[in-house]
């Protein structure tokens, strides 16, 4: 999840705990992290990371790659 502050993130990791609780499930402690999104992580394959820029509206660019691991496993440069 996107939110705008770490303390918005942990109080919506809270509500997101209480809700999956409901239902049985949980999140992974040893997956879930609250990271900026200028840090990047990966998430299914891919790195997901805001890269700050001159040429932009906002100052900023959203990039979407491949993650290493991934390219490392079939071997991308």
């Known amino acids: 999840m996107f939110c705008e ?3 918005d993130t942990e109080k ?3 509500v ?8 049985g499930l949980k999140l992974s ?3 879930t992290k609250i990271v900026h999104l200028s840090e990047g ?3 299914l394959g891919f790195n997901i990371r805001h890269y700050a820029v001159s040429d ?4 900023w660019k ?3 790659k491949p993650s290493k691991n991934l390219c490392k496993i079939y071997g991308i440069n």
């Open 5 to 7: 502050s770490k303390e």
């Open 12 to 14: 919506a990791k809270l």
């Open 16 to 23: 997101l705990n209480e809700w999956l609780d409901k239902k």
């Open 29 to 31: 402690e040893e997956k």
């Open 41 to 43: 992580f990966d998430f």
């Open 56 to 59: 932009s509206k906002t100052g």
């Open 62 to 64: 959203l990039l979407i």
